[in-house]
């Protein structure tokens, strides 16, 4: 465990060498969030009016909530990456590494998103009390809920990214099953809450990986202890599956490997 | 002149069916990138009608405007990153000083890097845009003026990626300024221009020329109007003249890194 805290810390350490690099990005993340709130300001006559149960306070905290974590772990780069480590053979270089490849990039992300983090959700609280004129009332237990399922949502969707890379084992470019993937995710749950759906699409979209992701985002505008252990139980459930997933084809992606020597 | 400009033409023609050649030499990842940019694109749709159930129409966007936007906006990004995607890396190369093999040609040098390479997926925008246009208005002079917009569209982001592209002569590292430009055109092109009120809609109707990509064509679709068609037109050149010029303008400024390097 101790080698892939050291792999978590050297990243925030180089990640924060960068720091600069956040501004550029922050401009990316304040567009979109423009974007959506300028849209649900038109969408809303009435701040107080609840379209399928969201008040306009509740719907542009959960949008800048969700793009947050969709902004701080997509993952176009890091499936860009892991498939040019395949395609390359360069992955070979990990069998006698003393650590699990799977863990190890995931401490890698998690590193860099940790610092992400940090920033992005100051940006985002800034930029949402501007807009909506406070930030949404939570106590400090509550607040410390959707901090833990935040955490576990950006492991989990880091871990479905990687996952998604690893497919170059079996498709020769993975990218495309990633657009779709963070396609599907930015709308089906990102931009809207699953509650703007039709029901039969709901039932479905609760048993995706994008209800755990969004958990937080649903939390902060309406926190409530049984939707709290709910979202907690079902991260837990896609946490230990994303893992598996990602060693299984690994593992498998590993023995069907051929690699050139030079 | 006419016959120098039908060499430059005949070249330009050339050196974009050579990138589309390299590209499909892999004739599977080419396909498999063009039908899965198509269904990414389409996962929008979903957005706007959930948006449209909640409201007939938005900011006098209803369905048919809203496919128009979409295509148009397609379009516009598929031809400037099929035809033109070297343009996006301009900035790049001025940084990595690897302009030297383009300059030694006999031909215009920024067409040349602009048409040096071409995105396979860029196709399935291509595709993606016209489809829209036949499942929402199948007319004959609005396809042609579709396709008109499409290209002027396809421009006019070709020539702002240019102009972002050429502050490397001038700046180091500017590739994050040229990027957040380029998301700033793609976030806007694809939501009503009405939603936006104030400083934001004169902005993106002059700086960002959105405008003439997206919105007052989408005006000419539904109502034409010949003024409005030659404004489109104006800023098109206007914004190409803009980009040879600051291109050039930066090119005196280029310093090579004697880089030894291959276009193959």
Known sequence: ?262 | MLTAAKNQIKVTLLTTKYAVMREMLNKATFLSNVIFMILNNSTFLIQWFLLLSIKESIGGYDIHKILYLWGLASLSYGVAHFFFKGAFHIGEIINEGKLDSYMVQPKNILISVSTASCSPSAMGDIIYGFVLFFVNDPSVVNFLLYTLFGITGGLIVTSVAIILNSLSFWFARTDSIADAGMNLMTTFATYPGTIFKGATKIILYTIVPLGATAYIPIDILTNFDWKYTLIVLGVTVLFVFLAFFIFYRGLKRYASSNLMSARI
């Open chain 1, 1 to 262: 465990m101790k080698k892939y805290l050291y792999a978590f810390k050297f990243e925030v350490m180089t990640t924060l060498q960068y720091a600069f690099n956040f501004i550029g990005k922050m401009f990316s993340l304040f567009l979109m969030i423009f974007v959506f709130m300028n849209l649900w300001n038109f969408m809303y006559d009435d701040p107080s009016q609840a379209i399928n149960g969201y008040t306009k306070f509740q719907m542009i905290w959960y949008v800048s909530i969700s793009e947050l974590i969709y902004f701080i772990t997509r993952g176009r780069q890091t499936c860009e990456e892991i498939s040019r480590h395949i395609k390359n053979g360069n992955i070979a270089y990990t069998i006698n590494k003393p650590y699990d490849y799977v863990v190890y990039t995931l401490f890698t992300l998690l590193g860099r998103s940790f610092v992400s983090s940090a920033f992005y959700t100051a940006f985002i609280m800034i930029i949402g009390s501007a807009f909506t004129g406070s930030l949404p009332a939570l106590t400090s237990i509550e607040l410390l809920g959707v901090i833990l399922v935040f955490a576990l949502a950006i492991t989990i969707s880091l871990l479905l990214v990687i996952a998604i890379g690893l497919f170059s084992f079996i498709f020769e470019d993975s990218s495309p099953m990633y657009w779709i993937y963070s396609k599907i995710w930015l709308i089906c749950g990102t931009l809207f809450p699953i509650e703007f759906f039709p029901v039969w699409a709901q039932n479905i979209l609760k048993f995706t990986p994008i209800y755990v992701i969004t958990g937080p985002s649903r939390l902060i505008v309406n926190f409530n202890a049984e939707a709290f252990v709910q979202t907690l139980i079902a991260q837990g459930i896609y946490l230990v599956f994303a893992f598996g997933l990602c060693e299984l084809i690994y593992r498998k992606g590993m023995k069907k490997l051929n690699v050139n020597g030079g």
